[in-house]
Structures are given as structure tokens and as C-alpha cells.
């Protein structure tokens, strides 16, 4: 059982199945089961798949002031998280709402209340920090103390930025600086896939890269084994809504990185889980067991790893 520590952002999210994105106006659509409201976001997400997985999590986020810890463990929860480190200092819980279509498209509308002003418990931080084995963090302002903690203790940290922009390489300066495994979509990417790795990898020297690149698969970057390679997708389910599939990816590969420290092995799994993961509604359900990803493991890889 590993010990992880996970930091970011908690929401209240609203995901709606259209027909394309962009999506065409139309005063009133009625379709059934096309609307799902769920707790999600990155962090929370992540804490749900690490948990499943038979791993210790310090889940450590802020809520409204009025919310209740009901929100990260509701009534029909499978796994429920530890909540002691769940402070409720906002004045509302953040909330967004995912359009997503078949093509794997998606169009996010995000309202982070006030939580890029308001600042968690550092020391509750680095109390929790010293006791983990890895801190996983999501690239919201109230982690940032975080990037500091990690390295003071020499704690492996993995990132979660979820896209590269531009616009935001100045915001998200700690977090890649910092960063030993990093996690980043290809959304908005500008350039070739590789080429945009082998760039991370140079300027900030980061061990191991994940770039997400949807239906195509993903991209490997290990410092420490010299790869850099190309994973494609596994199919174990059909699709039912992609929304919350990177977050599935990113935790799996951190869970079997964490157990045996083999990138290949850990990729691979984590291709698995996210697959079987985006045949369930909500970005927090669907989580295969570690036994139903050996068994189609080997189905796929003949040697098992």
C-alpha cells in the first residue's frame, strides 16, 4: 500500500453529452440521460483512483464554508476518503460544467470561486508531506507552497497541469520547475508532440513526462531509462464519456510507478485503467481492480509486463 499525498482543486461538476463541439444554438434541447451531476475535479478525482487501488491518501483541498464533507463521500461512494484535511475556508465550492461530445471532444466552463486567493495550512502541509511517499498535485495557486516542501524532503513530486499554453507557462513555473513525473495533455499543443517533450525534459530536467494525447494514445519520457516513446490506446470498454480519463491515467501510472518504479509497467497499466475507466459516466466512477487489470494485461501483453 502506498502513501500518497494529493493536493488541488475539489468542484461540483454538471457534464453534458451534445451532439459536437462547438455546439450549435438552439433555445431548448431535450435529450434523456444526457446530463450527469457529480463531484469531480483533478485532484479529487485522482485521490477516488489511488484510494481504489489500495493506497493510503491524504486528500488535502478547501471547500465552501457551507458545504459538508458529504460532497467528497456521498451516500453511494464505493471508496470514501479521509476528510480530515478537507478545510472549509471558501466561500463557495468551486463548480464547472463539462461539455463533451463522441468525437472526445470537450468544452469546460470552470468558476474557481475564490480559491486562487485564498492560502491552505502550510504546516498541516509539510506534516502530511514528511509522512507520504509522493505528493501529487494539481496546479492550483494554494499548492504552490507545496513545490517547496517537496524538495526540502526530498519527496518525489508528481504534477498535474493538465494543459500547456503559452499564456500560462509564467503561472505554471513552480509547479514544472518542481516536478520530478509531470502530467500534461496535448491540448492546445502547437508543434510536434515529441519534439514539445524533448523541450520539458530540457528546460526543466524532469524525470518522467506523460504527455496525454487522447483517442492516440500517450507519450513516454523517462530520464533515467533513455525512453521516449509512443503507447497507443487499449480497448477494454465501450465509450461512454472520456471526461476524468487523464486523471485515471495519471493516478494508475503513479500507483504502479510508486509499487515498482518500472515506467514501461506502469504505462501500460495505465493505459488499462483509463480505458475501462471511460465506460462509466462522472470523471470519479469506473475504476478497474488491480486483479482486472493483470488479467488484461496479459491478454494484450503476452510476457505481462
Not at 475564490?114 to 492560502?119: N, S
Not at 495519471?250 to 475507466?277: E, G, I, R
Request: with cysteine.
Amino acid at each position: 500500500m502506498g502513501k500518497f499525498l494529493v493536493a488541488g482543486i475539489v468542484q461540483r461538476e454538471t457534464i453534458v453529452k451534445v451532439d459536437r463541439i462547438p455546439i450549435e444554438y438552439a433555445g431548448v434541447t431535450v435529450k434523456p440521460d444526457t446530463v450527469f451531476m457529480n463531484t469531480g475535479g483533478d485532484a479529487y478525482n485522482e485521490s477516488i483512483a489511488l484510494k481504489w487501488l489500495g493506497n493510503s491518501v491524504d486528500f488535502m483541498t478547501m471547500i465552501g464554508r457551507e458545504d459538508g464533507m458529504e460532497l467528497l463521500n456521498p451516500p453511494d461512494c464505493e471508496v470514501e476518503l479521509v476528510t480530515d484535511y478537507v478545510l472549509p475556508r471558501l466561500r463557495q465550492t468551486p463548480t464547472a460544467v463539462v461539455f463533451y461530445d463522441s468525437s472526445r471532444k470537450q468544452q469546460i466552463f470552470e468558476d474557481t470561486k475564490d480559491i486562487r486567493d485564498v492560502a491552505y495550512d502550510e504546516d498541516l502541509f509539510r506534516e502530511r508531506a514528511a509522512r507520504a511517499e509522493m505528493l501529487v498535485v494539481s496546479n492550483a495557486n494554494f499548492c504552490r507552497p507545496l513545490m517547496r516542501i517537496g524538495k526540502e524532503l526530498r519527496k518525489p513530486v508528481a504534477v498535474n497541469i493538465r494543459e500547456y499554453q503559452k499564456d500560462k507557462v509564467a503561472y505554471n513555473e513552480d509547479f514544472l520547475k518542481a516536478a520530478d513525473i509531470l502530467y500534461v495533455s496535448d491540448d492546445h499543443l502547437v508543434g510536434e508532440p515529441y519534439e514539445f517533450v524533448k523541450s520539458l525534459a530540457a528546460k526543466y530536467r524532469t524525470k518522467i513526462i506523460l504527455l496525454g494525447q487522447g483517442a492516440a494514445g500517450m507519450i513516454l519520457y523517462d530520464k533515467e531509462k533513455n525512453i521516449i516513446a509512443h503507447y497507443a490506446t487499449v480497448k477494454t470498454n465501450e465509450i461512454v464519456n472520456t471526461v476524468g480519463a487523464g486523471n485515471a491515467l495519471f493516478s494508475c501510472f503513479l500507483h504502479f510507478y510508486n509499487k515498482t518504479h518500472d515506467s514501461v509497467f506502469a504505462v501500460k497499466n495505465a493505459l488499462l485503467f483509463a480505458s475501462y475507466k471511460i465506460g462509466f459516466m462522472g470523471t470519479s466512477n469506473g475504476f478497474m481492480t488491480e486483479d482486472q487489470i493483470n488479467q488484461w494485461r496479459n491478454l494484450i501483453w503476452r510476457d505481462g509486463r
